[in-house]
Each structure stands twice: as C-alpha cells, then as structure tokens.
C-alpha cells in the first residue's frame, strides 16, 4: 500500500511540473534572418524574432541615419540577446544600410530616408529600401513602430533639435496617452533635468513614423537622444526604451 501511495505520489509530482514546464516551452523564440533588396549592395538584413503567439507584432527600426549609432548598437545587441515571451518582433538595425557604414546621417548625401517614405520600387537605392520596409509593416500586420534617432542638441535647447524626446506624428489620445507613459518611465531613473524626456507632437511628411500611421494606421513612435550625452549611456537608453515597450505590450513578463 505504502509503495502504491508513493508511485501515485511521484506520478502527481510529475504531472505539476509538466503543467508548470508546458507554458515556457510552446513560448520558446525562434529567430530568421530576411533580406530587403536582396542582391544589390544594399542588401539589408531584418531579424524576425517569433513565439508561438503572433500578436502583437512590433517593428524596430535603426539606422534610418547612419550617423546616429546608439539606436544601431542597441538593435544589433537585441537581436542576438532578447528573450520574448509573445508576439512577433521585427528589427531592422541599419535601415540606411550604406549610410552606417559611411558612418554618415545619409547616403547619398543628398538624400534624407526618413522623407522619402513610403518609397518607390523604381527609385535610387534609399527610395527603394524605404518601400521594402514600407511593405514589411503590411506583410506583418505591425501593431507599433518603433524608429529609434539621435539628435545632435537638446530639445530643450534648441526646439530645433530633438533630442531627449519622444516624437509623435498624430495628437489622438492613444498615441499621447502612450508616449506620456513612456517619457514618464523613462524620467523616473534620469536625474539631471536637462537630461529628461518630453513628448514632442510633429508630424514629419515622408518619415518612417508618419507613413505607418497616416497612411496605414499604424501607431508609431519615435526616440530620440542627444548625441552629448556618452554614447555607453545613450545605448543604455534605447535598451531601456525598447524594453519597456515590450513589456508595456506584454512581450516580457517583466522588465529586465
């Protein structure tokens, strides 16, 4: 009797920790890599980070200027470090892929991709790159956009420049609702005033973050740092945006 009870025991035990595994294993990740103008030498590559479930899906994108690297090293860290727990993630850490590795704001010099959105199939190589990226937000059905920036001067500054902001191309109440959030969050572990986030409202025709939500409803956010802060710290601040998003969007269990 005592035997029996002791089987029935360890089948029990068992069966608890299955029940308690199962969750973590069919929300184990998977990661491809596909390529925007594959061929030209521009080839772009875009990381597709996939659960088991495929909402939301959420879209980072980098590297819209070459110049502003603390987006670039974020991204290029995510894609081989996150661990996500729902939801589709996209990153695409060089969009001007030419432009980073110039190491310059855009490449051609002459041309500006974050106003050439949402591109053309038969335009010059940024035009192009603009229309893949453009037709990933639709392949994908993206729930949020997210184009990661860095400023050269302060907002506070100099309203001219947007750094430590975070930017908006639409006043509704969910995109302001959540942008304040987020600048909250983010201002809750920055001391120095100057160095404090605010939520700019400024639509920018032709920009990664206008075309997703005026022209496919997408809601869409832009960060931005300033470029005088050391580039350790601002890496740490895109990372620290980036996670918050997702776990605002129950991607992580818990920041981390």
């Avoid at 479930?53 to 502003?68: C, F, Q, R, S, W």
């Avoid at 290029?76 to 996209?90: A, H």
């Amino acid at each position: 009797m005592i035997s029996i009870k002791k089987h029935f025991r360890i089948i029990f035990v068992a069966l608890l920790l299955l029940f308690f595994c199962f969750p973590q294993t069919v929300l184990l990740q998977t990661t491809s890599v596909e390529y925007i103008c594959a061929g030209a030498n521009y080839e772009t590559p875009v990381y597709i980070i996939k659960t088991d479930y495929k909402e939301p899906a959420i879209m980072i994108v980098a590297g819209t200027h070459g110049n502003e690297k603390a987006g670039i090293k974020a991204t290029e860290y995510l894609k081989d470090n996150l661990c996500i727990e729902r939801g589709t993630l996209i990153i695409i850490p060089r969009a001007n892929i030419l432009a980073c590795e110039e190491n310059l704001r855009c490449f051609p010099t002459e041309i500006n991709m974050n106003r050439v959105y949402p591109g053309n199939p038969q335009g010059n190589s940024v035009e192009k790159l603009a229309y893949e990226i453009f037709n990933l937000m639709k392949k994908y059905d993206i729930s949020l956009l997210v184009d990661l920036h860095e400023s050269r001067e302060f907002y506070r500054v100099n309203p001219n420049n947007y750094g430590q902001t975070v930017v908006i191309d639409s006043n509704d109440d969910y995109l302001f609702e959540l942008s304040s959030f987020l600048v909250e969050e983010m201002n809750k572990e920055i001391i120095e005033d100057c160095n404090k986030y605010q939520v700019l409202v400024d639509p920018i025709k032709g920009s990664t973050t206008y075309c997703a939500n005026h022209q496919l409803g997408i809601p869409a956010i832009t960060f931005e740092t300033c470029k005088k802060l050391p580039l350790s710290f601002r890496i740490e601040e895109h990372l620290r945006f980036i996670k918050l998003v997702l776990f605002k969007w129950d991607m992580l269990a818990a920041q981390r």
